[in-house]
């Protein structure tokens, strides 16, 4: 599915619906993929994850509400403290991204990371 053109959109209900609006026809026609949100049970048990929600890092559908960069260096800081081996590919997965990997590298050439990595410190003490 080409999602060049998606709408995203999300729901209460623990799930974030991916909606591309297309003609077919002469009339308008959706198409829709679903993506399950649900925390990792290893965040879920986690009072640092309580933590993160509370300082309104993430959402109410656990989405960051945060840069893409502020996102990989919070995702690093979390796998380091919960021994998170596969930390990119879990929060790829919860976030629906790609390259976090990549955003972390770019964060770490940022000046504005140094006092973001500060907050997240004292977020996660």
């Not at 559908?61 to 879990?90: F, H, V, Y």
Request: hydrophobic share 40%.
């Amino acid at each position: 599915m080409d999602l060049s053109n998606a709408t995203f959109n999300n729901w209460g209900n623990g799930q974030q619906v991916i909606a591309e609006t297309y003609y077919q026809n002469g009339q308008q026609a959706t198409n829709e993929a679903h993506f399950e949100t649900t925390v990792p049970e290893v965040l879920a048990e986690s009072e640092l994850w309580q933590r993160v929600k509370d300082a309104g890092l993430v959402n109410e559908n656990n989405q960051p509400t945060i840069s893409r960069t502020e996102a990989a260096l919070l995702a690093d800081m979390l796998a380091e403290k919960l021994g998170i081996r596969n930390k990119w590919k879990m929060f790829e997965v919860l976030w629906q991204r790609n390259n976090m990997r990549g955003d972390f590298n770019t964060a770490l050439g940022q000046n504005k990371s140094l006092a973001f990595q500060d907050k997240l410190k004292k977020i996660l003490r």
